[in-house]
């Protein structure tokens, strides 16, 4: 009964993040990719010059939805998001909402592309399919492709509530749940991702890390 409940809030939150979402974007982009271009030159150096970075240790850029990326700036900004302090010194240079924007709509408006250096394990990516479509009910974890969409393709660049998580790093997607896990990283609204990724065994980490990781938007 306490789980219904539980589960009907979240649901009744993500219908109104969706509907708040989409009546106020509107589809529009929401900043100038080619000022964006220049502004994130030094944003370019770690995460690439097409947001599709090769090190593991910066997550891709690359078509990440432009609502998601203001957030993130603004949550290291503002000590929100607190799990990297040489990303907070990089978020503290972005001055103005603006440049933000922009910077943010030139790296949602690249193609992500595949990473030529990991190598696939097609075992442990099909456990991580099955967990990210079908959730674990007995465990009561709901199922990714709830929130991420198809593939971790995201649902809409005007619902950026949820990002895009497909063709992420496999290391930065860990990375990303085990902060989540520990309360490193807190700035999930209404903490409705640290709740999933509490629930995710070590094991199960990896398996979805690795089947998010060769997928493509
Ligand atoms: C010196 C390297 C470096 C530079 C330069 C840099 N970043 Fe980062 N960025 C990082 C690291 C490392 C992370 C991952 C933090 C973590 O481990 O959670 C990150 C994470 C991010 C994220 C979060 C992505 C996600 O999927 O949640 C965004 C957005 C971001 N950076 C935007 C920017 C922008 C915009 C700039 C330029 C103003 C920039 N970064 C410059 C290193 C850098
Ligand atoms: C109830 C909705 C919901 C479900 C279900 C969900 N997520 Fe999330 N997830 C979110 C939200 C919202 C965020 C963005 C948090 C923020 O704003 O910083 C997120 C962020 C993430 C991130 C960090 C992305 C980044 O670039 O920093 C990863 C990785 C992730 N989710 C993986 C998963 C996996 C794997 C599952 C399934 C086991 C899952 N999520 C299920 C809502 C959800």
């Given amino acids: ?18 509907f708040a979402q989409n009546v106020l974007a509107a589809g529009a982009p929401i900043g100038d990719p080619v000022a964006g271009a220049d502004k994130s030159a030094l944003c370019q150096g770690c995460h690439g010059g097409t947001g599709n970075s090769e090190s593991a240790e910066f997550p891709r850029l690359a078509g990440q939805y432009a609502g998601y990326i203001v957030k993130q700036i603004k949550d290291f ?9 040489t990303m907070a010194g990089m978020a503290a240079t972005v001055e103005s909402v603006q440049d933000m924007k922009d910077i943010a709509s030139y790296f949602a408006q690249q193609k992500m592309v ?9 075992k442990l990516a099909e456990k991580g399919e099955e967990i990210f479509t079908k959730g ?14 198809e593939r971790g393709k995201g649902k809409a660049g005007t619902i950026s509530t949820f990002p895009v998580i497909a063709g992420q790093h496999k290391d930065y997607i860990i990375k990303q749940l085990k902060d989540l896990q520990s309360g490193l990283r807190a700035n ?30």
């Avoid at 900004?77 to 799990?83: D, T």
């Avoid at 009910?137 to 991420?148: F, Q």
Wanted: net charge neutral.
């Fill in 1 to 18: 009964m306490v789980m219904v409940k539980k589960v009907n809030g979240l649901l009744a939150w993500i219908s109104l993040a969706l």
């Fill in 77 to 85: 900004k503002s000590g929100l998001r607190a799990n990297n302090d």
């Fill in 114 to 122: 595949s990473d030529p250096l990991h190598k696939p394990n097609r």
């Fill in 136 to 149: 674990r009910p007995e465990k009561d974890l709901y199922a990714c492709i709830n929130c991420h969409g």
């Fill in 188 to 217: 999930d609204p209404a903490g409705m991702m640290a709740d999933i990724a509490k629930k995710l065994s070590a094991e199960e980490v990896e398996a979805v890390a690795e089947y998010l990781s060769l997928q493509l938007p």
